[in-house]
């Protein structure tokens, strides 16, 4: 009973720290939506800085404890204001959790310059001698930590909750625009959100270094526990933050006296990821909803291209790669030089797998070195232990690898943004933390005696060797990768990284995309430590920490991922800077956090940007990036049906008698018109509201049916439902009189519904004509590995969605702007890009909500035109649209709703005189619809 009490009372301790990190997590998130990786920094700066005040300026423990607070607090207020603020809106949230983690490398490196690597502890507040409380001993300044938490905690309500301050922090937690919009600084509190955040870190370590030694590494770890407390806890729950830093601290405290103390740390990881797979919002943060049909979009991934001839760049990569495969082992060969440049290409193979995860498809991965880890060890305990040939420890490894990969991108496929970081995270310390437990590994000294790669007895065991193996490794991989990116699968990523939940809004499955990305990383990753652990002879835990990862993320953003050349770039760079000089490899981690924050707030595209602009600003200017569509259809009946997948030829032989068959095809369908879409008493009601109330009605095929009605009325919200963004209450949806499953969005896709969206929906890095063909994605058959091999195949198939693409493109009138961000067009152009993309789908019914929205009187005219071509090339439309004119003109059937209901349902001019439609707009029955 004793002992347990004691590991409990262990555990409310280091809760209390676990607690205080966590609410300053919780506290800048809520503000910013950003992991603040530097809350750990201040809980050992702080502690560190009281230590000299008080060692060597003979300060006492009250005034070094204010100077620190003072000092530290001012810091991260100025940075806070001069670098976070001005990024917020400007760089992606991912982009902005890199900064803070290179914020953090930074401030590791600047520690460990000033106090080097040595542990530092303090004197306890009020003497060593413990307390018995109830049989259980208790150190004085437990109570210290405990009373210091408690009163932290009472003084954070006590701001949040009853005054000003706190009054102004929720309310831009809550809705930043609408609090700026009435008057409040937002600004200023961010500022204030970092500084009482760095307060609660700097008072986290006052209290904690009298019990345990600090040094510079304490900061990443402080990071790590504060990031697992407020995960569990709630990202968007200050008070949550708490109480997940309190349940950690006693779950580690019961898992290390009753486990094991070892795998402690692991087991506490492996609970975190569980928790994240099955409540990424956490256990007690309430379950926050989105609208899949509004726009979530960040920053994506900015398309800048060489606008050079396309042999040219060929050519450019074939001579690189011959000048450099050949050239640098007779340049360096006698030198070190050589042995560094083996390692660049180690990192340059992991980090080709990270610039797909990471800079195409926008998933941020904290833990790209756990994959390496799984390679690495794997291989070397199959190697060393059993003495098995180090190819098959490398195949075990990538094995392995993709287990982990498929489990976390089952875990991906759930979360997103700053939840998918702390996976990564997580998986990147819970890899090396059980190495580190497990005895076969040699714990954390390593492993040693691992043999170089070999293959049927021959080993690449000099320096001149692996170069040959590694960067034919990662010519492969380039190759992979680059072939992959511009396929159909390579369009989806990229479309994922600017707006994941468009994505699925117009009818596309991200779940296995995202699975397919991490399978990709994670096998390259594997290959790449499997090598590591072979060239060095020895791999140990801190060779694939949770540093190394962010360190490839540094490599990644310096080098650029505007092209496959800049990570490489990047990879050189942060490798080769600490064997210029011993002081270079001390300041090492201050260079590569201060470029990372560089870069990613000042050169977003890395180094490889610059010249690639300049190239282009040349090309432009002497006419070299002139491109000119193809010959293609000007019809819009001819692009529609050359937007159609390919079908089997069923024309009959002679013009008789297809004149014949179609006369009879005619006859059947005046008989019995087919049904295209069936609506069935659907229902929707949102905290008790009936926004949608028993809808039912029919459309049929080669029809367009317009829904109308006062806003408000409903009519989005059964285009949610009838494309499953929403589920319904009750109801059911039938397609060609088949009932709907209640699935995921890309499902109504696959069945051949598409639908458009009352805003604009467009992929603004993307150009135009890959907007176009994302719209074909579910036409295209090839699988990840012929994408990323190139078969003659999957070449025809891109070549064909693309010439299809251009037909649809120049029929409504974009074709000159094929191949500009579709962020340039202007609103109208937008709205006719979406329709494209719905032609492109090959969908029969096609839901197109407010298509005219914006338009003037010429645009409007003219979509409706084109809405009449469409539908005369065999397709349904149902419209949802204010403009009466556009309506009546061009539907043979109109349904008005109101109130969530349907009051109406008819011929256009039979609802144009309809007294209870009339009376929904405007109240009277004395004026006819039209005059809207």
């Known amino acids: 009973m004793t002992e347990a009490l004691n590991i409990i009372i262990g555990g409310i301790v280091t809760g209390c720290i676990y607690a205080l990190l966590a609410a300053g997590f919780s506290l800048v998130f809520s503000v910013t939506r950003v992991l603040n990786l530097t809350q750990g920094a201040f809980v050992t700066a702080g502690a560190l800085i009281m230590f000299s005040l008080t060692q060597h300026a003979h300060f006492s423990l009250g005034i070094a404890f204010i100077v620190a607070l003072i000092m530290l607090v001012g810091l991260m207020s100025l940075l806070a204001w001069a670098l976070v603020r001005p990024a917020m809106g400007r760089v992606s949230h991912s982009s902005l959790l890199m900064m803070m983690g290179g914020l953090l490398t930074a401030f590791q490196g600047i520690s460990y310059l000033i106090w080097g690597s040595n542990p530092y502890t303090l004197h306890a507040f009020s003497g060593s001698h413990p307390v018995v409380v109830f049989g259980a001993d208790i150190v004085s300044q437990d109570f210290w930590i405990i009373g210091t938490a408690a009163a932290a905690v009472l003084v954070l309500y006590w701001l949040l909750f009853k005054t000003r301050f706190g009054q102004t922090m929720r309310a831009s937690a809550e809705n930043p625009t609408a609090t700026k919009l009435m008057g409040v600084s937002v600004d200023r509190v961010v500022v204030l959100a970092f500084a009482l955040a760095t307060a609660l870190g700097v008072i986290a370590g006052a209290v904690m270094a009298p019990t345990t030694s600090l040094d510079f590494s304490s900061m990443a770890s402080f990071t790590n526990d504060g990031l697992i407390a407020v995960t569990i806890g709630g990202l968007g729950s200050v008070f949550g933050a708490i109480a997940g830093g309190l349940a950690l601290g006693i779950l580690t405290a019961l898992i290390t006296g009753y486990v094991s103390s070892v795998f402690g740390p692991a087991i506490s990881l492996g609970i975190l990821i569980l928790i994240l797979i099955l409540r990424p919002e956490g256990l007690l943060s309430r379950r926050k909803g989105r609208r899949a049909d509004a726009a979530d979009k960040r920053s994506g991934r900015p398309e800048l291209k060489l606008k050079v001839p396309a042999n040219w760049t060929k050519i450019g990569w074939a001579v690189l790669a011959v000048v450099l495969f050949f050239g640098l082992p007779k340049m360096f060969s006698t030198s070190g030089t050589l042995h560094t440049i083996d390692l660049v290409g180690i990192f340059a193979l992991a980090i080709v797998g990270l610039e797909l995860l990471t800079g195409v498809s926008g998933q941020v991965s904290l833990g790209q070195a756990g994959f390496m880890a799984v390679g690495g060890y794997v291989s070397a305990l199959m190697t060393v232990n059993h003495h098995i040939a180090p190819i098959w420890g490398l195949l075990a490894g990538v094995v392995l690898s993709l287990i982990c990969a498929l489990i976390l991108g089952l875990a991906g496929s759930r979360v997103r943004g700053m939840y998918l970081a702390v996976v990564t995270l997580a998986f990147g310390i819970f890899v090396p933390s059980v190495a580190t437990g497990m005895g076969s590994t040699g714990g954390p000294s390593g492993i040693s005696g691992i043999p170089p790669f070999s293959i049927g007895g021959y080993a690449f065991n000099t320096d001149t060797k692996f170069f040959y193996l590694i960067f034919v490794l990662v010519a492969v991989a380039l190759y992979f990768s680059s072939r992959l990116i511009k396929s159909h699968r390579g369009r989806l990523l990229k479309a994922m990284n600017e707006d994941d939940v468009g994505i699925s809004a117009i009818g596309l499955d991200i779940r296995r995309a995202k699975i397919m990305v991490f399978v990709v990383s994670a096998v390259m990753a594997s290959i790449a430590g499997s090598l590591y652990g072979g060239f060095f002879h020895f791999l140990s835990p801190d060779m694939v920490g949770s540093g190394v990862s962010l360190q490839l993320i540094t490599m990644l953003v310096i080098g650029g991922t505007v092209s496959r050349l800049g990570p490489l770039i990047g990879v050189t760079i942060i490798t080769f800077l600490p064997n210029l000089s011993q002081q270079m490899a001390n300041v090492g981690p201050v260079i590569d956090g201060l470029l990372l ?72 369908v005046m008989a019995k018109p087919r049904t295209a879409l069936e609506i069935s008493e659907l229902s929707k009601s949102f905290g008790g509201i009936m926004a949608v109330r028993d809808v039912s009605f029919e459309l049929e095929e080669n029809t367009i049916g317009a829904l109308i009605g006062p806003n ?49 929906r467009v992929f603004e890095q993307l150009t135009v004509v890959d907007n176009v063909l994302l719209g074909g994605t579910r036409l295209s058959r090839s699988g990840i590995v012929s994408c990323g091999i190139g078969t003659v195949a999957a070449r025809k198939e891109e070549r064909e969605l693309r010439e299809r693409a251009m037909s649809i493109l120049v029929a409504i009138g974009l074709g000159n702007q094929a191949f500009e961000p579709a962020g340039n067009l202007p609103l109208a152009a937008q709205k006719h890009l979406d329709l494209a993309r719905a032609l492109m789908s090959g969908s029969k019914v096609l839901l197109l909500d407010e298509p005219g929205a914006g338009m003037n009187d010429a645009e409007t005219e003219e979509l409706g035109s084109m809405l009449l071509a469409i539908r005369d090339a065999g397709r349904t439309i149902l419209v949802v649209d204010h403009n009466m004119a556009l309506v009546m003109g061009i539907a043979q059937k109109v349904t008005v709703m109101d109130a969530g209901r349907v009051i109406a349902s008819g011929l256009p001019e039979d609802i144009q005189k309809n007294p209870a439609v009339i009376s929904a707009y405007f109240g009277s029955t004395e004026v006819r619809l039209t005059d809207a």
Do not use: C
């Open 712 to 760: 408000g009325a409903g009519k989005s919200t059964l285009f949610n439902l009838i494309t499953n963004l929403y589920i319904p209450d009750s109801g059911s949806v039938s397609l060609w009189g088949d009932v709907l499953p209640i699935s995921r969005p890309h499902r109504a896709a696959e069945l051949g519904l598409f639908r458009t969206f009352q805003t604009s």
């Open 597 to 668: 924050v560089t870069f990613l707030r000042y050169l977003p595209d890395g180094i490889v940007g610059v010249p690639m602009r300049a190239i282009n600003w040349l090309s432009v200017r002497s006419g070299l990036n002139a491109r000119l569509p193809s010959s293609v259809p000007a019809r819009v009946e001819e692009a529609v049906l050359a937007g159609e997948p390919s079908a089997p030829d069923l024309a009959p032989a002679d013009p008789i008698s297809a004149a014949s068959a179609h006369s009879s095809v005619a006859t059947e």
